[in-house]
């Protein structure tokens, strides 16, 4: 089936350091979604990306689309302890559904102030 | 607005017990879905609904059903409970790019 293979699973970093985490697909996607939980809460959007290439940013947050659009990356610049919590990215493969998106696994950020 | 409300918050039930976790938004949204989540396995996609009186399977649909009778509600039910059933619901909505997403409902099967 389609999936969306996102690494690592966990990232123990010092606050003020960077943090990138990526996603891939043996697919090509229509678009690519990242969204933030907090522990206890439930994900909150934060980008979608949609043209080959695309690379968006938001403060601190660095959000990249592959040329081929079979991968993503979300990069964190000078960590903070607001930035702690699980970070996924979520794809949409090509004639599916707006309502139907493929979660990656989430990469676990813990920032140590 | 509310966004998505989701209830109950949490839940316990025995192994074969039915019950029915509720959905509804107040955005007008047409796209609706559930997601169950379980550690190191992200959000995986249950069912989900292109709009009132239609639906489709996810990835994990065996042991789940859904309605939508209206564009604002999206009830999800357990026919038959399992342990395996064990984990977070969430229901998210949307109109075709960001997800809404309610609280949650934290369900256990003993």
């Known amino acids: 089936g389609q999936q969306v293979m996102q690494i690592p699973q966990y990232q123990h970093v010092q606050e003020g350091e960077d943090f990138t985490t990526y996603c891939n697909s043996s697919?090509?996607?229509?678009?690519i979604q990242w969204y933030k939980q907090r522990p206890g809460g439930h994900p909150v959007f934060l980008i979608q990306?949609?043209?080959?290439?695309e690379v968006k940013k938001q403060k601190r947050l660095t959000f990249q689309f592959g040329e081929a659009k079979k991968n993503s990356s979300l990069h964190i610049t000078a960590t903070q302890t607001t930035d702690v919590g699980t970070y996924f990215c979520a794809g949409i493969f090509g004639g599916t559904s707006y309502g139907k998106l493929t979660f990656g696994q989430g990469t676990i950020l813990t920032v140590h102030p | 607005n509310a966004g998505v409300t989701q209830t109950p918050k949490f839940q316990v039930l025995k192994t074969g017990q039915s019950m029915t976790l509720q959905c509804a938004q107040d955005m007008n949204h047409e796209y609706m879905s559930w997601y169950r989540q379980d550690p190191g396995m992200g959000l995986r996609l249950i069912h989900y609904?292109?709009?009132?009186?239609?639906?489709d399977q996810g990835e994990v649909p065996n042991g789940y059903n859904v309605s939508r009778s209206t564009t604002e509600d999206f009830p999800l039910r357990l026919l038959s409970a399992a342990p395996s059933q064990t984990s977070v619901y969430f229901c998210?909505?949307?109109?075709?790019?960001?997800?809404?997403f309610g609280p949650g409902t934290r369900l256990t099967v003993t």
């Open positions: 990306l949609v043209k080959s290439g």
């Open positions: 697919t090509t996607l229509s678009n």
């Open positions: 609904s292109v709009g009132a009186g239609i639906t």
């Open positions: 998210a909505s949307t109109t075709g790019s960001e997800q809404y």
